[in-house]
Nanobody
Framework: QVQLVESGGGLVQPGGSLRLSCEAS????????IGWFRQAPGKEREGIGC????????NYKSSVRGRFFVSRDDSRNVAYLQMNNLTTEDTAVYYC?????????????????WGQGTQVTVSP
């Protein structure tokens, strides 16, 4: 089974950028559909972006479209979430997830494999 580890979180000022990484082990990431999710304190986990395997089509939650970009480098077994123009509303723990089967890619129930999450804090 694939194992996922996120990295790249941290503290950033509003308007700043971060790039999160999701490194896969024990399996080839190329076989998986990838989703990125986040969970803010007191809120449900929400899907923010996803990328298909093969052709690499992406989809985004409307509130992050144009600011966040999902990509993948299957040769390195890594997926990325580039986050630009961050606001305090983006503060959350960010997770990557993977599944072998294509589904509603921003829905948590579609994914069998999850990383442990990385904290992103946007603060002046």
């Amino acid at each position: 089974q694939v194992q996922l580890v996120e990295s790249g979180g941290g503290l950033v000022q509003p308007g700043g950028s971060l790039r999160l990484s999701c490194e896969a082990s024990n399996a080839y990431l190329a076989s998986y559909y990838i989703g990125w999710f986040r969970q803010a304190p007191g809120k449900e986990r929400e899907g923010i972006g996803c990328i298909t395997k093969g052709d690499g089509f992406t989809n985004y939650k409307s509130s992050v479209r144009g600011r966040f970009f999902v990509s993948r480098d299957d040769s390195r077994n890594v997926a990325y979430l580039q986050m630009n123009n961050l606001t305090t509303e983006d503060t959350a723990v960010y997770y990557c997830a993977a599944d072998l089967v294509e589904g509603a890619c921003l829905q948590t129930l579609e994914y069998d494999f999850w990383g442990q999450g990385t904290q992103v804090t946007v603060s002046p």
